[in-house]
């Protein structure tokens, strides 16, 4: 009972860090309830299978966080409009297990090595899978620890140097010291060195945040210019208007909504992800001749000086001789379309940029691992609201250049601003304001659009970017480069949300140097692996 007291507690106060709902200052603690289970289980307990144990004890913590910060899931729908249960569960099972595994390998190298080279595999070996986590293609960083003060931009302003991935280094950091403290205790009873240990968590809790206000209120970057952006927030129910309104029509609606507030000079017009064309897509080789990319055109001859940014469905046809994408799907045995979930930048008189999205959802717009997932699953993806196929995308990111003006966007789509180092790609490629698109819409009203936004408030930080982000359902928003929304609509609005962008040219040691403590991470998991093996080898050549 004791054991699993310990363990609710830890997924109690996880669950009760998250944004944007929660405390983040719990999380400084959350894990070590679950550190004392593993340690009382593995040391004083007459369990005979402990391992399985301290598995089955971890797994329960961890379904608990998942589902209570991201339960919403379950918002998603079927194609019959029931809501999803395979949305919610197969994330928080999976997710839950890899959580668990890692935790497992905590428990057996600390039982190997000892204690203390234990708890610095746990850092190692967390800060890798988070990592792993951000590239491989079931990837859900979601719960990344450095996540956590996404509400707080305030007390994280030295993102900008070592990006999220140093506030799960953090994270971690003081929940090991908070546990070595407990243990040094109960082992010695010393209060001098009780003092001690306590004056050094506080002062890694403390330090790191004296530093951010004082970078915050320091914060003197002179912008290189400025830019008058229009965010378009229409408000098309994905799951019904998209595909049974006429696309000449969700296009007139998004234009008049533009029309209707395009007070002075607009520089900037940004429509959602996926605004046009509802239903279908667009064919990437007759963009030219496109009727609704050319009315746009048309609305923009009105509005001289202006371009206008929007995430559409696209596709490419490939004939049987052609080289042909992996990605691409056959039409007939002829025929070969290749699909995308695609930026474009519209201007008078010049070609249309294109940038397809580079980090697809799994289950949505991928098939994760599809030669080996396929067989097994057969079309279970299509609960997730998914696809049998997967989506194309870009190797390298974009940023669009502006034929009237300095700016030059960063065109995120959607899932992409969860994504750190990936997001400085686009600020390497020359983008000095980040333009999101996304559709926030798929969960109804919920805390997963709320998190969506409070996550690119880390992206502005770690890149000291600002961003205009336009959302079909909202929440639209303009935030600055200290990571604080300067102005934002409601949730369920048909409305537009107007700001002046400023742009930023300098980039910050996290745009060029990326997760530099994740990559350190894999070498001492390395190293201390390699350390284990090299001890168990002596302790057999004694042995013999």
Same mark, same amino acid.
């Given at each position: 009972?004791?054991?699993?007291?310990?363990?609710?507690?830890?997924?109690?106060?996880?669950?009760?860090?998250?944004?944007?709902?929660?405390?983040?200052?719990?999380?400084?603690?959350?894990?070590?309830?679950?550190?004392?289970?593993?340690?009382?289980?593995?040391?004083?307990?007459?369990?005979?299978?402990?391992?399985?144990?301290?598995?089955?004890?971890?797994?329960?913590?961890?379904?608990?966080?998942?589902?209570?910060?991201?339960?919403?899931?379950?918002?998603?729908?079927?194609?019959?409009?029931?809501?999803?249960?395979?949305?919610?569960?197969?994330?928080?099972?999976?997710?839950?297990?890899?959580?668990?595994?890692?935790?497992?390998?905590?428990?057996?190298?600390?039982?190997?090595?000892?204690?203390?080279?234990?708890?610095?595999?746990?850092?190692?070996?967390?800060?890798?899978?988070?990592?792993?986590?951000?590239?491989?293609?079931?990837?859900?960083?979601?719960?990344?620890?450095?996540?956590?003060?996404?509400?707080?931009?305030?007390?994280?302003?030295?993102?900008?140097?070592?990006?999220?991935?140093?506030?799960?280094?953090?994270?971690?950091?003081?929940?090991?010291?908070?546990?070595?403290?407990?243990?040094?205790?109960?082992?010695?009873?010393?209060?001098?060195?009780?003092?001690?240990?306590?004056?050094?968590?506080?002062?890694?809790?403390?330090?790191?945040?004296?530093?951010?206000?004082?970078?915050?209120?320091?914060?003197?970057?002179?912008?290189?210019?400025?830019?008058?952006?229009?965010?378009?927030?229409?408000?098309?129910?994905?799951?019904?208007?998209?595909?049974?309104?006429?696309?000449?029509?969700?296009?007139?609606?998004?234009?008049?909504?533009?029309?209707?507030?395009?007070?002075?000079?607009?520089?900037?017009?940004?429509?959602?992800?996926?605004?046009?064309?509802?239903?279908?897509?667009?064919?990437?080789?007759?963009?030219?001749?496109?009727?609704?990319?050319?009315?746009?055109?048309?609305?923009?001859?009105?509005?001289?000086?202006?371009?206008?940014?929007?995430?559409?469905?696209?596709?490419?046809?490939?004939?049987?001789?052609?080289?042909?994408?992996?990605?691409?799907?056959?039409?007939?045995?002829?025929?070969?379309?290749?699909?995308?979930?695609?930026?474009?930048?519209?201007?008078?008189?010049?070609?249309?940029?294109?940038?397809?999205?580079?980090?697809?959802?799994?289950?949505?717009?991928?098939?994760?691992?599809?030669?080996?997932?396929?067989?097994?699953?057969?079309?279970?993806?299509?609960?997730?609201?998914?696809?049998? $196929?997967? +989506?194309?995308?870009?190797?390298? *990111?974009?940023?669009?250049?502006?034929?009237? =003006?300095? !700016?030059?966007? /960063?065109? &995120?789509?959607?899932?992409?601003?969860?994504?750190?180092?990936?997001?400085?790609?686009?600020?390497?490629?020359?983008?000095?304001?980040?333009?999101?698109?996304?559709?926030?819409?798929?969960?109804?009203?919920?805390?997963?659009?709320?998190?969506?936004?409070?996550? $690119?408030? +880390?992206?502005?930080?770690?890149? *000291?970017?600002?961003?205009?982000?336009?959302? =079909?359902? !909202?929440?639209? /928003?303009? &935030?600055?480069?200290?990571?604080?929304?300067?102005?934002?609509?409601?949730?369920?609005?048909?409305?537009?949300?107007?700001?002046?962008?400023?742009?930023?040219?300098?980039?910050?040691?996290?745009?060029?140097?990326?997760?530099?403590?994740?990559?350190?991470?894999?070498?001492? +998991?390395?190293?201390?692996?390699?350390?284990?093996?090299?001890?168990?080898?002596?302790?057999?050549?004694?042995? /013999?």
């Amino acid at each position: 009972m004791k054991y699993l007291l310990l363990t609710l507690i830890s997924a109690m106060l996880l669950s009760v860090s998250w944004p944007t709902y929660g405390v983040p200052f719990f999380i400084f603690f959350a894990l070590v309830p679950l550190l004392m289970m593993e340690h009382g289980i593995s040391k004083f307990s007459a369990y005979k299978r402990k391992s399985w144990m301290v598995f089955g004890l971890s797994y329960l913590c961890f379904i608990v966080w998942n589902i209570v910060t991201t339960g919403w899931l379950y918002g998603s729908k079927n194609p019959d409009g029931s809501h999803s249960m395979m949305a919610v569960v197969f994330p928080v099972l999976v997710n839950s297990f890899l959580y668990s595994l890692v935790f497992q390998c905590y428990h057996w190298y600390k039982n190997a090595q000892g204690t203390y080279w234990g708890l610095g595999f746990l850092i190692a070996i967390w800060m890798s899978f988070e990592k792993f986590h951000l590239n491989w293609e079931m990837t859900w960083p979601w719960l990344n620890l450095g996540n956590v003060f996404s509400e707080y931009p305030k007390l994280i302003q030295w993102y900008d140097t070592l990006g999220a991935t140093g506030g799960s280094f953090w994270i971690l950091l003081i929940n090991v010291l908070v546990f070595y403290t407990l243990r040094t205790w109960e082992a010695g009873r010393k209060r001098k060195d009780l003092i001690r240990n306590v004056s050094i968590v506080a002062a890694l809790i403390i330090l790191p945040m004296i530093i951010s206000l004082i970078k915050y209120n320091n914060f003197n970057e002179k912008p290189s210019g400025q830019v008058n952006v229009l965010m378009l927030q229409p408000d098309l129910d994905p799951y019904a208007e998209k595909y049974s309104k006429d696309s000449l029509t969700i296009e007139n609606d998004l234009l008049t909504l533009a029309e209707n507030n395009s007070k002075g000079k607009i520089d900037y017009y940004i429509a959602p992800e996926t605004a046009l064309p509802g239903r279908g897509s667009i064919s990437e080789t007759t963009f030219e001749k496109s009727v609704l990319l050319n009315n746009v055109k048309g609305f923009l001859s009105k509005h001289p000086g202006a371009v206008f940014a929007t995430g559409i469905s696209s596709h490419r046809f490939y004939k049987n001789q052609e080289n042909i994408p992996k990605e691409a799907y056959q039409l007939n045995p002829e025929l070969w379309v290749e699909s995308y979930n695609t930026a474009i930048q519209i201007a008078p008189q010049e070609k249309i940029q294109v940038y397809h999205k580079g980090k697809l959802v799994p289950g949505v717009e991928i098939f994760p691992y599809m030669s080996v997932l396929k067989p097994l699953l057969g079309d279970a993806m299509l609960n997730l609201g998914g696809t049998v $196929a997967s +989506l194309s995308i870009d190797k390298e *990111r974009k940023s669009f250049s502006n034929p009237y =003006n300095k !700016g030059r966007m /960063a065109p &995120i789509i959607c899932y992409e601003s969860i994504y750190g180092e990936f997001t400085t790609e686009y600020v390497k490629k020359g983008a000095n304001f980040m333009g999101i698109m996304t559709n926030d819409s798929w969960w109804g009203v919920t805390e997963g659009h709320k998190q969506l936004l409070s996550y $690119a408030k +880390l992206r502005a930080i770690e890149n *000291r970017r600002e961003i205009a982000r336009a959302a =079909n359902s !909202g929440i639209s /928003a303009h &935030i600055n480069a200290k990571g604080e929304v300067v102005t934002d609509t409601f949730y369920g609005d048909q409305t537009t949300l107007f700001a002046k962008v400023n742009l930023y040219e300098t980039t910050t040691f996290y745009t060029r140097a990326g997760d530099i403590l994740s990559r350190f991470s894999f070498f001492a +998991l390395g190293f201390l692996l390699f350390y284990f093996l090299i001890e168990k080898f002596k302790s057999r050549i004694k042995k /013999a």
